[in-house]
């Protein structure tokens, strides 16, 4: 009987990590063709719910909790998974809801009506609730399918992303050796993220739209002067982003999206532990902040919208 007690989990256990394995890797399975070896840049090759493989025999696993790590080598960053669910907290509060209604938009009034399925590239998105939320708005309005990819280097986020919405594909990827095909996407998005110009160049499709998301110049205006007051900190200029990409692309589209988002305690805390604005504040400095409870914060953000 002890044997039987000890084989019979054990089996079970094991079995159900390799099923979900399985049913987590069927999304990037079937969209095998966007990617290339980050190393050699061949082609790749899928192997059924364990890895993909290039032609010239470069293997990447495909996590059990739905991604696969595309990086050529182990990345430090500043993001951790404390920082990631403060995300997503603030986030699922409906902190950005407005951008999201923006960014839906510019897709469904952009894509082609001859188009069978539409692949939209978030490069650098973090814990995934930008590419989910915005895939979840145009397919409610569009019949043509939305392909949400996502790629970061942060693997907590990408982990996150991947457990939260198994029907987008999620990669732990350097954007400057982006593990993707030339031309392969229609959309790529880079909301409040570094970009990286050439990559995005080349992995836009001829007709394709880069879509860009920068603070404007009242972003979390009511945090700054709590922080950083009477210094230059308090205030933000976007123009040197805005002219880099104006010179990288032909600006076809620009807009402002505007609002109030009304912070709470929980709110409050989720922001101090998401935003850079905060990571060097002193204790006393971050001991003035909590005044900022029940206040309208703004959000001011600009949609720069570019063409190759």
């Not at 990345?75 to 404390?82: A, E, I, S």
């Not at 991947?162 to 954007?175: F, H, I, N, Q, R």
Request: contains cysteine.
């Amino acid at each position: 009987m002890l044997g039987v007690y000890l084989t019979v989990p054990f089996f079970i256990h094991r079995n159900t990590n390799e099923w979900g394995a399985f049913l987590m890797s069927t999304t990037i399975s079937q969209h095998v063709g966007i990617f290339r070896c980050p190393f050699c840049q061949a082609t790749m090759r899928n192997v059924p719910a364990t890895s993909l493989v290039c032609n010239n025999h470069h293997c990447f696993d495909l996590s059990k909790h739905g991604y696969v790590h595309l990086a050529t080598r182990t990345y430090k960053t500043k993001y951790d998974k404390q920082l990631f669910a403060a995300r997503r907290t603030i986030m699922e509060q409906g902190f950005f809801d407005p951008l999201y209604d923006v960014l839906s938009e510019v897709i469904l009034h952009t894509a082609e009506p001859e188009e069978s399925q539409i692949y939209v590239l978030d490069a650098g998105c973090g814990e995934g609730y930008h590419l989910s939320q915005v895939r979840q708005r145009v397919m409610q309005t569009s019949e043509v399918p939305f392909i949400g990819v996502g790629v970061d280097l942060a693997k907590e986020g990408v982990m996150l992303a991947a457990k939260s919405d198994p029907e987008v594909v999620w990669c732990v990827g350097d954007l400057t050796k982006a593990p993707f095909a030339d031309r392969q996407f229609p959309y790529i998005f880079n909301l409040l993220s570094p970009s990286n110009t050439d990559e995005f160049h080349r992995l836009l499709a001829d007709e394709g739209r880069i879509i860009k998301v920068i603070p404007e110049a009242n972003y979390l205006r009511e945090l700054r002067e709590v922080l950083y007051q009477e210094t230059p900190k308090t205030k933000y200029a976007n123009h040197r982003t805005i002219d880099h990409f104006k010179t990288s692309f032909q600006l076809v589209g620009k807009e402002r999206v505007q609002y109030q988002f009304r912070l709470d305690e929980g709110s409050l805390a989720s922001l101090l532990q998401m935003t850079p604005l905060a990571w060097g504040a002193t204790p006393e400095q971050l001991e003035q902040v909590s005044d900022l409870v029940g206040v309208d914060l703004t959000i001011d953000l600009v949609v720069l919208i570019g063409r190759k």
